[in-house]
């Protein structure tokens, strides 16, 4: 079984307003259409049974909404397809409440953006819904690192998750991009060992921009390094479709040199532990 962690899906009325203007921040192009049917015809292609889709709420207004969604989602969910994350975000009001309807109606996590959301990764805001998460059972799936579509600073770089990690234990904190995306050696350095899950969502070369200069990613050498520093039983598959093929990155990922056990473990394993499958 394969489980892609990081995915993204758009709602089809506003699909392919937000792909376009995701790709313009980003200057990269999708590899799909941005919508569930997208995405369910991409998996199939790639053999990947199920994709955990993230949602970014930008606005705390927009965080019941996008949870009444996942509830509605994870309902039917049946074991393989999509399995939708909530969104919370740092202005959101109730979290504590909102983070438990969350976990009683079977949503098994939520994803941050701090660069979106406009906030510091050690914020006291932060800190306070990721203990309030972990109380709940919940994954945290954080992006970390520079973002392709935002201009530095980066607001979740390795060092403020060392802050996070000094006032607040979280046993399912997920680090997208490898633990911070172009902050690699800091990641491994930094966070290697202290419990941390990583996905390995837009990291592996080649990628190219809309103008065809490549965007600076992980050789294979480097990636399986990292692997391994992290330990395979921390990192989870993740491809971050659109902005990745899932087809190339389970490619790329099968000719990196891992060991059967530790793809299994990166490629299944991890993943239905933290999502309890
Ligand atoms: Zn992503």
């Not at 990081?6 to 937000?18: L, N």
């Not at 172009?182 to 941390?196: R, S």
């Not at 050498?221 to 479709?241: P, Y």
């Not at 790329?252 to 793809?263: D, F, K, S, V």
Request: glycine share 10%; proline share 5%; net charge negative.
């Amino acid at each position: 079984m394969r489980i892609d962690f990081h995915t993204h899906v758009f709602p089809d009325r506003i699909a392919a307003r937000a792909v376009e203007k995701l790709e313009a921040a980003g200057d990269i192009r999708a590899l799909s259409d941005g919508t569930a049917a997208g995405l369910a015809a991409s998996m199939a292609a790639a053999g990947i049974d199920i994709s955990v889709t993230l949602p970014v709420a930008t606005a705390g207004r927009q965080v019941i909404s996008i949870n009444d969604g996942a509830l509605e989602q994870v309902r039917t969910f049946s074991g393989r397809g999509l399995l939708p994350f909530g969104a919370m975000h740092p202005e959101f009001g109730d979290y504590r409440a909102e983070l438990k309807r969350l976990a009683r109606g079977g949503v098994r996590g939520i994803k941050l953006h701090p660069d979106y959301q406009g906030v510091f990764f050690d914020d006291p805001r932060i800190l306070r819904i990721v203990d309030a998460a972990n109380e709940q059972g919940l994954v945290v799936v954080t992006h970390a690192g520079a973002d392709i579509g935002f201009p530095p600073p980066a607001h979740c770089t390795p060092e403020r998750v060392l802050a996070l990690l000094r006032a607040v234990r979280p046993d399912k904190l997920v680090l997208a991009h490898m633990g911070g995306w172009q902050m690699w050696d800091e990641a491994g350095e930094a966070l290697a060992g202290t419990g941390v899950y990583v996905d390995t969502a837009f990291v592996l070369a080649p990628h190219a921009h809309r103008d065809g200069r490549p965007v600076d990613m992980l050789s294979p050498e480097r990636f399986t390094a990292l692997v391994r520093a992290f330990g395979a039983d921390r990192v989870l598959f993740g491809t971050d479709s659109p902005w990745s093929d899932q087809c190339g990155t389970v490619r790329r990922i099968e000719a990196c040199g891992l060991t059967e056990a530790e793809r299994r473990a990166v490629f299944q394993d991890n993943a239905a532990r933290l999502l309890g499958l």
